[in-house]
């Protein structure tokens, strides 16, 4: 690393040496959630197992609450549940990425090596729109013979080297490996004219697509292909992910742009994947066939791999891209904002994927109790996993402190909290999000303490939200027939090193 590099990993050690005894006197503060030290945390990045090792990379803006000056941050762990906090692993010390060390993916290499690819962000100053001008978006690799510690970085693709037909937004390379090759796939807002000076009704006709290319050494790449929708879908793609469920190949996304409704679509942005029929990469998907990952408040920009042990699992942000003005995070108060989601193991289901938090994650239980229908139970840790089945279609009502509601009836799935004074208290601007699901076969809640993740029909359904109770959660959940089983949970450890 430069010596630009290391002094901006001594600064941000200086400000995690401040701040994380502040964020750590938030109640609100997660115990089986990955959390940034302090500041800022977005998209997971990296994810790979290498050498036994998980590594989840991350978003990071130690330097600012509200996003700034981003770099990557990295956890290990060899079991998911206890982890290391290694510091900053890529900062910006390259001409290709000085203002950002944007969204990227890694594959394992032998004895413990990563070898991360990311998108370099240079954004000059100016009077640009920084679609068409004002920005490079520069795809760079970098190794790590470790694990730990990267080497010198190399530009792979810079704008030049895309399409003439995409703008300057060219981002978020996931890369793989499949039968002696490598493939690297690229989110991007492509023009539907060829002009550079455009208006802003000329803009807002762009459409998302994935690119991708492919090489034999990790060095010089081509172009193979285009891969979009047949109908307008979006202005953007964000964090394309391409893998294999069952010999069928999965595109995941995060696209921009599209139309909000009453029970799809109803974030700023949204991250789903098209499950397709074929064996071989499309050049196409059909926009009807798009399904979300989540449809809870929290959820963008997930990241998939595959372990040594051949699961493929998720981990997604717990968090909003452009959400300030529709809900808040008092988590800033004490100078920390978003968090991840729990590894989930993806697998195939009857109408598409379920995703199931990995079973590592059941080591935290403590002993289990049942809970009675109708009866308000406490639970003076503030964390738990709770399952609640053999449902059988009947209607479900569960409130968590008292206004936070998960209600199903008539094939519909609602979280919700009630009234706008607990939407904004217990909700920080929340209000509902519901989903059709059909019928009712199983809840799974999972609740630290300031986060659901609730999983619905063995994950086919799922929602993710912030919630942020005073005093230790008190529940109520009414269907009757129903078993309803509740665990403690233990917080996992972090050691800072």
Known sequence: MSILGKTIQEQI?????????????????????????????????????SGGFYHVFFQYCPFD?????????????????????????????????????YSGSA??????????????????????????EGRESNTISCVSADGVHFGNKRCLLSNDDYPADCTLHVRDPKVWEEDGAYYLALGARKRRDGSQKRSRKEQ???????????????????????????????YMWECPDLFRVEDRWVLSLSPQGLTRGAFRYQNVYQSGYFLTESRTLPDSVQEEQFREWDMGFDFYAPQTFEDESGRRILIGWIGMPDSEKEYRNPTTEYGWQHA??????????????????VEELERLRGPMRIIE?????????????????????????????????????????LVGFSGAEAGR??????????????????????VDTSVLEIYLNGGETVFTTRYYPEDAPVLNIACPGSRKRLWEMRSMTVKFV
């Open 13 to 49: 050690r200086l400000l995690e040496t401040k701040g994380i005894p502040e964020a750590d006197r938030d109640p609100a503060r997660l115990q089986f959630h990955l959390m940034p030290p302090t500041g800022w945390l977005n998209d997971p990045n990296g994810l790979c197992q």
């Open 65 to 101: 609450v509200n996003r700034g000056l981003t770099v990557w941050g990295h956890y290990r762990s060899r079991d998911l549940i206890c982890w290391e906090y290694l510091g900053a692993a890529l900062v910006p010390d390259f001409p290709g990425d000085c203002t950002s060390v």
């Open 107 to 132: 594959l394992a290499l032998e004895n413990g090596g990563i070898w991360a690819v990311y998108t370099g962000n240079v954004k000059y100053d100016g009077d640009f729109d920084y679609i068409d």
């Open 204 to 234: 807002d006709r762009d459409y998302g697509a994935v690119l991708l290319y492919r090489s034999e050494d990790r060095i010089r790449w081509s172009f193979v292909k285009e891969i979009s929708s047949r109908q307008p879908f979006g």
């Open 340 to 357: 991840l989601t729990v590894p989930r193991q993806i697998l195939p289901g009857e109408n598409g994927l379920r995703q199931r938090p």
């Open 373 to 413: 229908d109708g009866r308000e139970t406490a639970v003076p840790g503030r964390i738990f996993d709770l399952e609640v089945d053999e449902i059988e279609n009947r209607p479900f009502h569960m409130r968590v402190a008292g206004e936070l509601t998960l209600q199903y009836s008539d094939g519909v799935f």
């Open 425 to 446: 208290r217990l909700g920080g601007g929340r209000t509902a999000r519901r989903a059709r699901i059909g019928k009712l076969s199983s809840v799974r809640v999972l």
